[in-house]
């Protein structure tokens, strides 16, 4: 009976994904592609506006959103949007990041805003002519206008997780930003007196890589991407140099660009031109100045030359350069 069961379980599940692929198929196929050269370039903005990635996630939340509401009723309509869509979006958002004790599955406040976005993705694909920035119901006629998303209803349902969640530590710990406070007490930590050689080179070189991400407001996976030839050394400007900065989360449009980091005699600890000459002492003469710009150091104080540092696992809501 059990193997029965299974069987029937596993053919109901290969329907209902069959029917959430034929309704995303059906709604990107109001949207033909075409081969000539201004589809072509189209297509490439699109591109710059959205990833393969992030759009293929996109999809994958769609169908877990469209596979939910289904199981509850199977004569539920995906693409049907009415007054009462903002609350199928909220049920979803709580089955996902409710508390594990109340039978949800508990994941964080990142999945709530992922979510959010990609059933935006899904409103704005079936309802293509739809304004983008507001949700309205026709108070005779029942018709609604804009996206779900947008509504007054999801709006205050997302203030409210989010202040729950901070009430867990969860928020405040995973989305809080390195301080100045921070960068003082982590420079008193990597050239603390008692240190070893091996740890005060090891420290420089960490140091100099958290210090640029928090002054050039990169992400640490894209900090650790820094090359040498990212570096630009103006001649006879003493005070300064440049970095160039290629594509990243938040520009991905392809064009690099260049910030100019600046000494800060004010404050020594937190001076991009006192960190760079710092590392180019621990490099010396031995370190090819190609590729990655931040190496590891190993346990003697030894440069290798071939193993960059990499972003390693979140720590305390930071994510720790190793």
């Keep these: 009976l059990s193997e029965e069961a299974l069987k029937l379980w596993l053919e109901e599940e290969d329907s209902l994904s069959d029917q959430i692929q034929a309704l995303i198929d059906e709604a990107t196929q109001d949207f033909p592609d ?8 189209a297509a490439q903005i699109a591109r710059e506006v959205i990833t393969d990635k992030t759009r293929g996630g996109h999809l994958r939340i769609v169908k877990a959103y469209i596979a939910f509401h289904m199981r509850k009723d199977s004569k539920w309509e995906a693409k049907q949007v009415s007054s009462a869509t903002p609350g199928h979006i909220t049920q979803f958002i709580i089955h996902k990041c409710g508390e594990k004790a109340e039978g949800c599955e508990g ?28 949700w309205r119901i026709n108070s005779k006629s029942g018709e609604c206008f804009g996206l779900p998303t947008r509504s007054r209803h999801v709006s205050e349902f997302m203030t409210g997780l989010e202040k729950t969640k901070a009430k867990t530590g969860e928020v405040s710990v995973s989305a809080r930003a390195l301080s100045l406070k921070d960068m003082h007490n982590l420079y008193d930590l990597c050239f603390r007196p008692n240190a070893t050689p091996a740890e005060m080179r090891w420290g420089m070189v960490r140091y100099t890589a958290y210090l640029f991400a928090w002054l050039l407001l990169l992400r640490f996976e894209e900090v650790v991407r820094l090359s040498f030839e990212s570096i630009n050394m103006i001649p006879g400007a003493r005070e300064s140099f440049e970095v160039q900065l290629s594509t990243r989360k938040s520009a991905q449009t392809g064009v690099g660009h260049a910030c100019t980091m600046w000494a800060n005699d004010l404050d020594p600890k937190i001076c991009p031109v006192r960190a760079l000459i710092r590392l180019a002492v621990v490099y010396g003469t031995t370190v090819n100045l190609t590729g990655a710009l931040f190496l590891k150091v190993n346990k003697h104080g030894a440069i290798l030359q071939d193993t960059p540092i990499v972003c390693g696992p979140e720590r305390f809501g930071v994510f720790v350069l190793t």
């Design 34 to 41: 075409e081969d000539d050269e201004v589809a072509k370039y």
């Design 107 to 134: 994941k964080k406040f990142a999945t709530a805003v992922s979510t959010r976005a990609a059933l935006t993705y899904w409103y704005r694909t079936i309802r293509p002519n739809e304004s983008v920035t507001e």
